[in-house]
């Protein structure tokens, strides 16, 4: 990817980029563990649905890696080995298996049920009330490059209590610490990557949302979900 510049992905397909050059200053480091499926300590916006195979790496992958990812059958196959700092595989566990290493934990009460390749106890399913995993800190604080990835399956609907259900973060309060958190809008159904959430900045009111995808996602069926940050400014 281009430095300075946010991407998502469905599907393998890339559905935008955004450059981000425009935006001044980089977002307030945050100390919190990584989150699955939650924000804001655990306390606000739980994700509603099943979540498997995470995977951060501390590069931007191109296009046709991302392609790479989401055509593989088997992740225990995947040859993208450069730069991957965190895989949660949820093969029985919320563990961490690559870089060093680090135990997950569960929150609430996440189940252990079929992965997309029929495999029982290798997805985990989250409520969207109080359920997320605490994935440790396997990542520096908002890097500047980092590509994030994950196998979602929902059917979230508008009446969901919260509007945003986070799937990736290492943001946790309102004070501006901040990531590149991909969330849910069970409103609309669409895949969204916050950037920045300090109140104001670029004209978005709570924040800015860079790339969005405009398909509704809630069908039920496994969806590969990849966010791509690269550059300092964002």
Same mark, same amino acid.
């Given at each position: 990817?281009?430095? $300075? ?23 307030? @480091?945050?100390?919190? !563990? ?39 059958? &088997? ?7 450069? %730069? ?9 566990? !919320? ?5 060093? %290493? ?60 919260? %509007? ?5 973060? &290492? ?15 069970? =409103?609309? %159904? ?5 950037? $920045? ?11 800015? =949302? ?18 791509? &940050?690269?550059?300092? @400014?964002?």
């Amino acid at each position: 990817t281009d430095n $300075d510049g946010v991407k998502l992905y469905i599907d393998g397909v890339p559905i935008g980029t955004v450059a981000t050059n425009g935006v001044v200053g980089g977002l307030a @480091n945050s100390t919190e !563990p990584l989150f699955i499926g939650s924000r804001t300590g655990g306390t606000l916006d739980h994700f509603s649905g099943l979540i498997d195979d995470v995977r951060l790496y501390n590069r931007a992958l191109s296009d046709t890696e991302v392609t790479e990812l989401y055509e593989l059958e &088997k992740p225990e196959e995947v040859p993208l080995s450069n %730069g991957l700092v965190a895989y949660y595989p949820f093969n029985g566990n !919320p563990d961490n298996v690559a870089g060093e %290493g680090n135990a997950g934990t569960l929150i609430g009460a996440p189940q252990l049920v079929t992965d997309r390749f029929g495999k029982q106890g290798s997805a985990y399913e989250l409520d969207g009330n109080n359920d997320y995993i605490d994935g440790g800190n396997p990542v520096e604080n908002n890097p500047a490059v980092i590509t994030q990835s994950a196998w979602i399956k929902t059917t979230a609907t508008e009446n969901h209590p919260n %509007g945003d259900l986070p799937i990736l973060t &290492k943001r946790h309060t309102n004070d501006g610490s901040d990531w590149p958190t991909i969330v849910l809008d069970a =409103r609309t %159904g669409n895949v969204i990557v916050w950037a $920045d959430d300090r109140g104001g900045v670029g004209g978005q009111g709570g924040g800015i =949302r860079w790339p969005e995808l405009v398909i509704d996602v809630r069908d039920g069926e496994w969806h590969h979900v990849v966010g791509i &940050k690269d550059g300092t @400014n964002c």
